[in-house]
């Protein structure tokens, strides 16, 4: 790159008029798209897509757009250190040089009575490299311990576990310009329209120039991604194995392998090869439940072309054969020799922004800096070297899962959970929530006010976030960009490597005097330089790239060597791979059936996923109200026979329960799924509706080698809510700060829901429902909640539970409740978001006017609804029409795949 990559120094953040534009990074997903931040003060004015950034080329999707407005620096972020020294006390705030002081205390005390492996670190692919760097030596030098483990275990292990088990080691091979140099593009579990929305802009565009390129998309269920394919599999949920399997076996059988590939690069091909030979498309047709005929197709079109590219991610890698699953695709490019050629690959696409920092740092128990193994004396030595250590100790670290269940069983007594929030995103809550009940320390470093983890901190540390943070993350296609600070931290907020630091330099005093000094790092600088020299001489070495590389010629690939000019763009193009004799390996593996399948009791598979506009537990996008358009309610999807079966209407409220728990939730209509299956977003926790959220229901069941979970499969039963009373309310305001108002009633009653929903203006929204009515003494208290003691209609029969007010401000509703009797809030609601007034509010509160249904946002940067998208449509529009004159797709693109969908739809419709 040409140009300086870097616009504005941020140093003059100390002058609070000056405008300034940093460049930084998106801290949603592993895309790692440029954006520029223009801050002014200590506020975000603007967000925009950094175009000399050469993974997105200025693109941003919806998320990355609305950045702006998850920047707070007031009661939605946790702002002081906060300390209860029982459990049972209240926490109160306290000076951060305090909490470090107690953080060191109590666990030097622990580490004295229990020794170093009763401390675990809960950390997360958020993190900077810098940020892990810091936590990992901690544990690993200082503390003692390798019970060091991230979100990750959720995330990317079967993906590490299947790349070191064929290629030799973690790193994905291929680069993101291979998405327009590919013939076809093989999608499998994963839903890029929604989950890496930049990459798919690209793949449309590419599919634009290249009209012979084809599209398979593996997702049982039709998705806007696999909408969009040319060939869509919806196979049975955890089947993948046997269905690549059976595409090799295709393949083996049109000779469209190359032999002369796998004779020259790889070992292991003979006894694959005699094992596939039962997984005929017929066998596979069995057990995945897709036509033969299309996995004869799908082989076809991966074999029979000069390039083929893989893209991945949870599908495959949330499940107890989650390795094998990735092993048994890598085999496919194997065979092909389809790998380390431009277009080709198997590419699996990162979640999180810096899991595959995390990956490079060590960050989990199962590695050590530089893709170094724990379990090799060898590897353990160099590391304690680098770091300037006696060692590193001997003793496995446990992953994630396996840390909580050692604080029930008593091995674990400290916690330290940093930038994940575990009391919502790992499977089998009722387990996850005893351990943390259990734990004698638990230190939640966070930096949003209100998550379910939060909750059982006896220790917080207030965490400085994007875009306070100065560090590196590295995306999907092995790229390293610097994330930079454009406004300081608020309140007594640090960086997370600081805060480590802050607690390593204390407790080293207490427990190893002489190491204090290796915590004293000037800046983040200094601690990437440590990091990057234990890359050196490894897969990955990137020891000859600093900041100020970084900053004259912007991100860079790993590896990037002190010999070669620049990094490098694809892995293993002379053939040559990361195994010991330089040969790929397949692997011998068969089909193993999901963990937990159903039976007459839980006759349902359900699985879990992402929405387009949400991330993960929301602590962040719920305070964009924008992007809490899209999904205004919590709902789980069934099929329309399932929700017949049960007895449900569309909408209705549904019980459903799995082996481990439950939960209430409104049902929904969903035709993009097969009969048989439910889908839930993984986002609802318990910080937005009742109960444990989803994964109260999930199954922690994991594979046996990447010891992830398969949080996309478990068995379900559903049968209809028996709770008549219902409740649906509305208040105007900052929804963050309404939420935390609210969020007491998620606790009161059976089913509750409170999300930030926009009508007109921001604002939340709050539904209820129990089997009776509650007493007059809640229900006024309810209503004082929503500021409507005193409105200015009202329509109330508290005695039979019913309540209907409304409060205006000017001529819209300013709050709302519907109790007990809940007909008209689509009407309400209609007029709330801009609708026509009612002619009489005693007829609207009676049910008496005619009802007005609620439209949906569909693209959230032009405001375009369901309602404006199907009129367009039905007065002949096709997609470039709908684009001219409504301009939804026209902004980031995200919606562009669902409003594609709706012109297929309705012309399938038509012909019909
Ligand atoms: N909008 C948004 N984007 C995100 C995130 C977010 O929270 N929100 N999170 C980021 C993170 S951390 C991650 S890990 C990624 C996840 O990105 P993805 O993995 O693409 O997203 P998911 O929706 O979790 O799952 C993908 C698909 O797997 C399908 N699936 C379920 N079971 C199976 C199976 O057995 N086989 C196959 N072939 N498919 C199956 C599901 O139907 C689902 O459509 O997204 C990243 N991007
Ligand atoms: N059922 C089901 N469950 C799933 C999944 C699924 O598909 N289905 N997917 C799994 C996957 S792939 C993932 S990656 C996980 C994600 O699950 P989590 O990691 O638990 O989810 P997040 O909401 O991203 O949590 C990030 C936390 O970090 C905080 N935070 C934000 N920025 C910072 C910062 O700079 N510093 C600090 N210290 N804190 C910060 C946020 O407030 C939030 O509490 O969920 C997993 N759980
Ligand atoms: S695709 Fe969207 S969420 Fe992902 S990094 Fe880019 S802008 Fe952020
Ligand atoms: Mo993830």
């Known amino acids: 790159m040409d140009a300086p990559y870097f616009l504005e120094n941020a140093a003059d953040a100390a002058n609070p008029t000056a405008s300034r534009t940093v460049s930084s990074v998106c801290c949603y997903c592993g895309t790692g798209c440029g954006v520029r931040v223009q801050a002014q003060g200590n506020r975000v004015i603007a967000i925009a897509g950094d175009d000399s950034h050469p993974s997105n080329l200025g693109r941003l999707c919806s998320k990355g757009l609305r950045l702006a407005d998850t920047v707070r620096a007031d009661a939605a972020r946790v702002l002081r250190a906060q300390w209860r020294p029982g459990r049972g006390e209240a926490r109160t705030d306290i000076a951060l040089d305090r909490a470090l002081d107690i953080a060191a205390d109590r666990l030097a005390d622990i580490i004295g009575r229990h020794g170093p492996d009763a401390v675990g670190f809960y950390l997360s692919g958020q993190l900077l490299t810098e940020d892990y760097s810091v936590f990992n030596k901690l544990a690993r030098a200082l503390v003692g311990t390798n019970n060091v483990d991230t979100n990750s275990r959720l995330c990317m292990s079967s993906a590490v576990a299947g790349y070191k088990q064929t290629l030799g080691a973690d790193a994905p091979p291929a680069c993101y310009d291979d998405l327009e140099l590919a013939d076809t593009v093989f999608i499998a579990g994963a839903n890029v329209a929604y989950a890496h929305p930049v990459l798919f802009r690209r793949l449309e565009a590419a599919r634009q120039a290249r009209p012979h390129m ?77 036509p033969a005929a299309d996995i004869v197709q799908a082989a076809r079109w991966f074999a029979q072309v000069p390039a083929t590219l893989s893209l991945y991610t949870m599908g495959l890698n949330q499940s107890s054969s989650g390795t094998a699953k990735n092993a048994a695709l890598i085999h496919l490019h194997l065979a092909t020799g389809k790998i380390g050629k431009p277009g080709s690959g198997p590419f699996s696409l990162t979640g999180q922004p810096n899991a595959m920092g995390g990956r490079e740092a060590g960050g989990m128990a199962t590695l050590l800096p530089g893709h170094r193994d724990p379990g090799s004396a060898a590897d353990r030595a160099e590391v304690a070297a680098l770091w300037e250590v006696d060692g590193i100790p001997a003793t496995p670290g446990l992953p994630a899962l396996e840390m909580f269940d050692a604080v029930l069983d008593g091995r674990i007594k400290a916690l330290w959970i940093v930038a994940t929030n575990p009391a919502q995103s790992l499977p089998d809550q009722a387990r996850v929530r005893a351990a943390l009940e259990k734990a004698e320390l638990v230190i939640v470093q966070d930096a ?34 610097r994330v930079r600070a454009a406004i300081a931290p608020p309140g007594d907020a640090r960086p997370d490597w600081r805060l480590a630091a802050g607690v390593a330099t204390r407790l080293a005093r207490r427990i190893a005097p002489a190491r204090a000094a290796r915590f004293d790092y000037a800046d983040e600088s200094e601690v990437f330089a440590e990091h990057a020299r234990t890359t050196a001489g490894r897969d990955l070495d990137y020891s000859a790239l600093s ?90 999807s069934l099929h329309p026979r399932d929700m017949a079966a049960a007895g449900l209407a569309d909408g209705a409220l549904a019980k459903v329960r799995s082996r481990r728990g439950q939960l209430y939730i409104a049902v929904r209509a969903d035709d993009s799924l097969r009969a048989g299956q439910a889908f839930l977003p993984m986002h609802w926790g318990s910080a937005f509706i009742a109960g444990d959220g989803v994964n109260a229901l999930t199954n922690p069941a994991r594979d046996p080698l990447s010891r992830q979970p398969e949080l996309k499969h478990c068995a379900i039963a559903v049968e209809h809510a028996a709770l008549p009373w219902q409740a649906a309310g509305w208040i105007r305001g900052d929804a963050a700060l309404l939420r935390q108002r609210l969020a007491p009633w998620l606790r009161r009653f059976p089913y509750a829901a409170v999300l930030p929903t926009a009508l007109g203006a921001d604002g939340a929204r709050i539904a209820l ?81 005619r009802p007005v249904a609620r439209d949906r946002t569909i693209c959230v940067c032009h405001g375009v609804t369901d309602r404006a998208i199907q009129a367009g449509i039905a007065a002949g529009l096709d997609l470039d029409g709908l684009r001219h004159t409504l301009r939804c797709g026209t902004g980031c693109g995200s919606c562009g795949p669902e409003v594609a969908r709706m012109v297929a739809r309705a012309h399938s419709h038509e012909g019909a």
């Open 448 to 481: 949003y006010a209100g998550t379910e983890t939060l909750a059982y901190a006896d220790l917080v540390l207030p965490a400085a976030t994007w875009p306070e943070k100065e560090g590196t993350v590295t995306n999907s296609e092995r790229r390293i960009s």
């Open 214 to 290: 084809r599209v398979i998309v593996v997702d049982p269920r039709r998705t806007d991604t696999a909408a969009a394919a040319d060939l869509h599999l919806p196979i049975l949920p955890g089947t993948d194995v046997a269905l690549f399997h059976a595409m090799l076996h295709v393949m083996v059988a049109e000779s469209s392998i190359d032999r002369a590939y796998i004779e020259r690069h790889t070992e292991g091909f003979e006894p694959l090869e005699r094992r596939i030979r039962e997984f005929t498309p017929e066998a596979a047709q069995a057990i995945c439940g897709v």
């Open 769 to 849: 429902a129990a089997a009776q009515a509650p007493d007059i003494d809640t229900l006024e208290a309810l209503c004082a909640e929503l500021d409507l003691a005193r409105p200015q209609a009202a329509y109330d029969d508290p005695h039979r539970g019913i309540v209907r007010r409304i409060a205006l401000a000017g001529t819209s509703p300013a709050a709302f409740l519907l109790a007990g009797d809940t007909r008209v809030v689509d009407t309400l609601e209609a007029w709330a978001d801009g609708g026509p007034p009612p002619a009489s509010l005693a007829q609207l509160l009676m049910g008496r006017t």
């Open 547 to 636: 900041y100020a590389i970084l900053e004259r010629d912007g991100p860079q690939q790993w590896p990037y060597r002190r010999d070669a000019q620049g990094g490098v763009r694809r892995l293993y193009a002379d053939g040559r791979f990361a195994t010991p004799g330089g040969r790929a390996r397949f692997a011998d593996i068969g089909y193993t059936p999901v963990a937990e399948p159903v039976c007459a009791d839980y006759p349902l598979r359900l699985t879990t996923g992402r929405l387009r506009d949400h991330w993960h537990t929301m602590a962040r996008t719920a305070l964009s109200a924008a992007l809490t358009r899209h999904v205004e309610q919590p709902w789980m």
